[in-house]
């Protein structure tokens, strides 16, 4: 079936150190999103990429959609960064709504 | 543009009671969906409504759960008689279409 996978599960960083993360998807996608959950349960909208790659700040996002997968590149890291960083996307074929993989928990320490 | 709304933040209801969760969409925006996020675990996809209409229910539990979104108003999520099991945080989001969701700070629900 249709589902949405992350790793790593979880990631340790000391500030400063640079990071990917990555978002397999198995089937075509109209949509991909990125997302931050901070530790007060906020979920931030960090990209919409549904292909190609665009960078905000220390952020960056990559999509290949023929390969079916995303990166998420944090570099410098920040201690702020920490939390749980959520892909989902929009599969093809009449599913009109968001599916989430299970998320990568990150704790950057000082 | 106030972003989607949710609201109550917080909820607390005793065992039996109803749970009425409200979100008003972005401007402009008639799509309108609700996740369920248990404690440590991802967003789940519960139901998509549009105006007057539901589209996709497919993650709704059967029975003690209902969503409308009427012409005028904000969508409502409902949960009669509540158990323990249906603490969590309830996130809506709202779209234009299939593209770009933006999502509310979500209501949490705890059942004491």
Redesign the interface.
């Known amino acids: 079936g249709i589902q949405v996978e992350q790793s790593p599960p979880d990631l340790i960083l000391q500030e400063g150190a640079n990071s990917t993360l990555r978002c397999n998807f198995s089937d075509s996608v109209?949509?991909l999103?990125w997302?931050h959950q901070n530790p007060w349960?906020?979920?931030i909208?960090l990209f919409?990429i549904p292909s190609g790659t665009k960078q905000n700040g220390r952020l960056s996002a990559t999509t290949v959609a023929t390969e079916r997968y995303s990166l998420l590149y944090i570099s410098s890291s920040q201690t702020t960064d920490s939390g749980v960083y959520?892909c989902?996307a929009?599969f093809s074929g009449g599913y009109?709504?968001?599916?989430?993989?299970?998320?990568t928990r990150l704790a950057v320490h000082p | 543009n106030a972003g989607v709304m949710q609201n109550p933040r917080h909820l607390v209801r005793r065992r039996g009671q109803e749970a009425r969760l409200r979100c008003s969409p972005m401007k402009g925006h008639s799509?309108v969906?609700w996740?369920r996020q248990l404690p440590e675990?991802?967003?789940?996809?519960m139901v998509?409504l549009q105006k007057e209409n539901i589209?996709?229910e497919s993650g709704m539990p059967k029975e003690r759960f209902s969503a409308e979104f009427p012409k005028e108003g904000p969508s409502i999520l409902r949960i009669q008689q509540v158990v323990r099991g249906d603490s969590a945080?309830y996130?809506c989001?709202s779209s234009p279409g299939?593209?770009?969701?933006?999502?509310g700070?979500?209501t949490?629900l705890t059942v004491v």
Do not use: M, P
Not at chain 2, 41 to 45: A, D, S, T, V, Y
């Open positions: 109209n949509n999103q997302f349960g906020q979920l909208n919409y959520f989902a929009v009109n709504k968001l599916i989430f993989g299970a998320g | 799509h969906y996740y675990e991802g967003l789940k996809f998509y589209i996709d945080a996130f989001a299939t593209n770009g969701y933006t999502f700070s979500g949490r």
